[in-house]
């Protein structure tokens, strides 16, 4: 099991930037995938962006691209989300979640999940 603690929400106007946290913990990370999702009131939790941990491999949802970068700091265990441009329609509840899986969009298939971190775009 792995450990994930998430941070750096907040409120912020459109065109802005936020850049989430995610620390992890527990099992080894070497073989796993962070995955972000997010989750609207009255809407699905939808995928953001993934990185595999070992080799920095990304996958991004069509939402994010060319504005969200998803990277990770080995030394700190910790994986990132800097999200510009923000639009009103990215406000969400993030989270960021471990799978086994490789680069994987499926929720289903992360086992291991944050609290969660609020993101608020004012417009």
């Known amino acids: 099991q792995v450990q994930l603690v998430e941070s750096g929400g907040g409120l912020v106007q459109t065109g802005g930037s936020l850049r989430l946290s995610c620390a992890a913990s527990g099992r080894t990370l070497t073989t796993s995938t962070i995955g972000w999702f997010r989750q609207a009131p009255g809407k699905e939790r939808e995928f953001v962006a993934a990185?595999?941990?070992?080799?920095?491999?990304?996958n991004y949802a069509a939402a994010g691209k060319g504005r969200f970068t998803i990277s990770r700091d080995n030394g700190k265990n910790t994986v990132y989300l800097q999200m510009n441009n923000l639009k009103p329609e990215d406000t969400a509840v993030y989270y960021c979640?471990?799978?086994?899986?490789?680069?994987?969009?499926?929720?289903?298939?992360?086992?291991?999940w944050g609290q969660g971190t609020q993101v608020t775009v004012s417009s």
């Open positions: 979640a471990a799978s086994s899986f490789y680069l994987s969009g499926n929720s289903l298939r992360y086992d291991s």
């Open positions: 990185i595999k941990w070992n080799v920095g491999v990304t």
